[in-house]
Each structure stands twice: as structure tokens, then as C-alpha cells.
């Protein structure tokens, strides 16, 4: 049976990303068995059990090293469309992710804990990439988060799809012709849908702006304090007369045209997707929370134009603490995100510990990611582990491979989720109208997210 925990009824975008309820508040930090008591993030509902167990581990092996701290595990799942209500609420666990774009926005608004004394304490605090880093600093450099994991967007494709379309699942599509003529083989040969792509909880926007930056165009463009929104320029209307043609003219995208990041990981589990974009490392979530069967899967790198402006473009996520939460539990917190997240990537005996637990419980070990500390330290982490990868890293090796020499981008910077829900709306249209007016539907997505720009 599952250990008793607390669920959070949130939902995940993305890399995801990533159904929230009733957490604890911070301010039941302290009781009279003199422990300080914290919740944390776990894992998403609806995960299969041997996970739990596992995360169930992680936590007596922590309050094991730490006897005067009580951790609670409550299930969590960020969604962009509930996520602001519930911080407001303040229905989270003491300690929650988010993703690397929100750090700034809910720092300002004081809805984060100053971190500063406990991340500079932490024995490898110089070692974090700055640029990763400063999305969970203040102005003043004060720190109110720590990075997770961080990750670039991807081509994820079904290998089982590709055999019965007659396609060589080890040749995966390196543009974006060879993504439509692979998307229409699979469709024809397979009646599932070769290509799709998230549309909605902010997950369109998402998708589209991975594919404008692909392309060699950006949503946003600052100078000084002025953002300057471009949603309307070329790479964006070219992505989406991409996904016109694959939808009406090839009718090689099925018939479901409202999935976010939960919802399309699970339809590809089923085999009812063959590609799509996302963040490079959902293996994870994939084989967790869907069954996925692993030889089923394969990883390639987004198809990038010949632009000189084309790139890839990158996220992550934050582990952040509660506003309410007192020193006592910042200490504590800290403490848990050294252990479970961190540690693991700068000690070798963590990252033994680590592995092992998720591989005696055949969890994933060895995704695909990018490094919160530099290329250097993560390699040297998957050496500690390579016993223990169980990750099909042939099938995986197309993404690490195709991205050789690319230069990678961060997420817009400015008004971030608001973009991503105002393009949502755009790749609906897109996909469920076939007149629809994409240069309108652009002028006016930039004209509304131009108007939050400026508000503040």
C-alpha cells in the first residue's frame, strides 16, 4: 500500500515539466515533539507505486541523517492554469519546483523565501552556472530558490511507430521536411498520428516558442528595462503554417487537437502519437507516471533551420520554499534539496545512494539533461552511476549528437506564462480552423502580451 501523503491539486507544464490539494501551511513548522516539521514535493498523482516507494526511501534515509526533522511527502504536479492560485492560497508543501522562468516574477512579489545564508553555505555553492543561478536571484544577487535540473527541448519519437511505417527508427528526422514526410508515412501506415504538439495550459505557447527559436526567431526582444514583444515575426508564422500544412493538408495529426503536457506524454506512452516536442528529459515522467515501454522510445534533437539566429531552446526548474516558512524550516528545506536533488550531482557516494534506490525499484536512471553545473560535473555524476543507467542510451544518443555545436536559449524572459496562454489559443485555432488567419491571430496575441508588458 501507498505510505499515507498529502495531495496538491497543481498540473505540470513541462519538463513538465510539471494535480495539487491540500498541503500543509508553513506555519505548522514546529510541534511538540521538538522536530521541525516540513512538506515537500514529491511525485505526480497518478504515479506508479514502485516510485512512490522509492521517493518513500529517499525520505527515511534523509530523516535518518537528520532525526530532528519530520518530512512529509505530498504529491505535486505544477500547472500554470492553477499554480497562482494555489501559492495564493497557500495550500503548497513547504518546499515546491517551478519552473526556471517564474523565479524572478514571484521573488518580486515576496512570494518566495530568502534562501541566501543557506545556498551559500551549501559546499558547492560556487560551482552552480551563474546563468542558471541568477533565475533564482533578486536584483541585489539574494538567492530565493535552487536549480533542480535543467534540460533543452527535444524530439521525442516512437521507434515502434517508425518500424510500422517502414521508417529506420535509428535514422530519426533531422529537419523539419523530414519531420512532416516521417508525420505522414506514420499516419497513412499506422492511422495514428505522426506529429502533434501540446496546445493548451500554456503548453501551445510553450511548444510554438521551442519552435520559433528552431526557426531563428524569438518572442521577445529587450533593451534596458523595455521589452519589445515579437510574436509576430517570420519563425513563428512559419511554425505555425508548418503545423497548417501537417494538419489539413496531410491530415497526419489525429483528431485530439487539446492536449497539454500530461495528456500528450500519456497518448505517446499509448502509442497513439509518433513525435513531438518537449523537454529533453521526460523519460522519467514517461516510464513513471504513463508505463512506457522503453524500447519503444527514442530521443532526437529538435530540427533547427539554417538561420543563423536558429537554436535550441532550454528551461528547468527551481526547488523553492515557502514565504511563511521560518528559519528552522528554510534550514530543514535546504537540507532536503541537498539530499534528494543536488548532492547527488557533486558527491559520488549521494549519487551511488541515489541510483541505487531508483534502480532496485526500476525507476529511470541516466535521462537525458543538461547540467545545473557545468559539462564537466555532470559527466563525472553519470560515471559515478553508470552501473546503474538503465536509461536505453543508444536510443537516446540522436539528442546529444544532433546538438553537438548548437548554441542553446533560454525561455522569454518577461511575462513568460502570460505569452505562452495568449499562443495557445493561436494553435488551437490553427489546428481546429482551417481558415484561420494566422498573421491576425499573431498581431493580436502580440498586441495583448505587448499590453501586460507594459502594464508591469
Known amino acids: 500500500m501507498k505510505s499515507p501523503r498529502k495531495a496538491v491539486a497543481i498540473a505540470a507544464v513541462g519538463i513538465a515539466s510539471v494535480g495539487l490539494l491540500s498541503a500543509c501551511s508553513a506555519d505548522a513548522g514546529s510541534s511538540d515533539d521538538g522536530k521541525v516539521h516540513i512538506s515537500v514535493a514529491s511525485l505526480i498523482p497518478g504515479t506508479e507505486q514502485a516510485a512512490f516507494d522509492a521517493f518513500d526511501a529517499r525520505v527515511a534515509e534523509f530523516e535518518k541523517l537528520n532525526p530532528n526533522i519530520d518530512v512529509e511527502p505530498v504529491e505535486y504536479e505544477w500547472k500554470a492554469t492553477t499554480f497562482t492560485a494555489q501559492l495564493a492560497g497557500g495550500t503548497l508543501p513547504d518546499v515546491f519546483r517551478i519552473p526556471l522562468t517564474d523565479g524572478r516574477t514571484l521573488i518580486a512579489n515576496g512570494q518566495l523565501a530568502d534562501l541566501t545564508a543557506q545556498v551559500e553555505a551549501l559546499p558547492y555553492f560556487d560551482q552552480f552556472n551563474p546563468s542558471v543561478l541568477e533565475t533564482a536571484q533578486d536584483d541585489q544577487g539574494n538567492i530565493y530558490g535552487i536549480p533542480r535540473e535543467a534540460y533543452a527541448i527535444g524530439l521525442h519519437y516512437n521507434r515502434q511507430l517508425f518500424e510500422q511505417a517502414g521508417l529506420d527508427p535509428d535514422d530519426p528526422p533531422t529537419t523539419w521536411d523530414e519531420v512532416r514526410e516521417d508525420a505522414k508515412a506514420i499516419a497513412e501506415k499506422t492511422g495514428q498520428a505522426g506529429y502533434m504538439q501540446m496546445t493548451q495550459s500554456n503548453t501551445g505557447g510553450w511548444q510554438t516558442t521551442a519552435a520559433t527559436v528552431s526557426r531563428g526567431g524569438r518572442m521577445e526582444e529587450g533593451e534596458g528595462d523595455t521589452t519589445t514583444v515579437t510574436i509576430d515575426n517570420d519563425a513563428t508564422k512559419e511554425a505555425l503554417e508548418f503545423l497548417k500544412e501537417l494538419r489539413w493538408t496531410d491530415n497526419s495529426m489525429g483528431s485530439n487537437f487539446l492536449y497539454d503536457w500530461g495528456t500528450i506524454n500519456q497518448a505517446f506512452a499509448a502509442g497513439q502519437i509518433g513525435m513531438y516536442t518537449s523537454g529533453s528529459d521526460i523519460f522519467t515522467s514517461l516510464t513513471r507516471e504513463n508505463n512506457l515501454d522503453p524500447a519503444i522510445y527514442g530521443l532526437a534533437a529538435i530540427p533547427i533551420t539554417d538561420s543563423p539566429e536558429a537554436a535550441i531552446m532550454g528551461g528547468g526548474t527551481l526547488n523553492v520554499v515557502s514565504a511563511k516558512a521560518t528559519d528552522e524550516q528554510k534550514d530543514a528545506a535546504v537540507k532536503w534539496i541537498d539530499f534528494y536533488d543536488v548532492s547527488?550531482?557533486?558527491?559520488?557516494?549521494?549519487?551511488?545512494?541515489?541510483?541505487?534506490?531508483?534502480?532496485?525499484?526500476?525507476?529511470?536512471?541516466?535521462?537525458?539533461?543538461?547540467?545545473?553545473?557545468?559539462?564537466?560535473?555532470?559527466?563525472?555524476?553519470?560515471?559515478?552511476?553508470?552501473?546503474?543507467?538503465?536509461?536505453?542510451?543508444?536510443?537516446?544518443?540522436?539528442?546529444?549528437?544532433?546538438?553537438?555545436?548548437?548554441?542553446?536559449?533560454?525561455?522569454?524572459?518577461?511575462?513568460?506564462?502570460?505569452?505562452?496562454?495568449?499562443?495557445?489559443?493561436?494553435?488551437?485555432?490553427?489546428?481546429?480552423?482551417?481558415?484561420?488567419?494566422?498573421?491576425a491571430l499573431l498581431a493580436q496575441a502580440n498586441s495583448d502580451v505587448q499590453a501586460l508588458v507594459d502594464a508591469g
Open 344 to 439: 547527488k550531482l557533486v558527491d559520488q557516494d549521494a549519487a551511488v545512494a541515489d541510483a541505487k534506490i531508483l534502480a532496485d525499484q526500476d525507476q529511470a536512471v541516466g535521462t537525458p539533461a543538461l547540467p545545473i553545473f557545468d559539462q564537466a560535473t555532470l559527466d563525472q555524476s553519470r560515471e559515478w552511476i553508470k552501473d546503474y543507467i538503465n536509461v536505453p542510451q543508444d536510443q537516446v544518443s540522436f539528442f546529444a549528437e544532433g546538438n553537438q555545436g548548437r548554441t542553446l536559449v533560454g525561455e522569454p524572459a518577461v511575462k513568460t506564462q502570460e505569452l505562452y496562454a495568449a499562443l495557445d489559443t493561436v494553435v488551437q485555432a490553427v489546428l481546429t480552423d482551417q481558415n484561420a488567419d494566422i498573421d
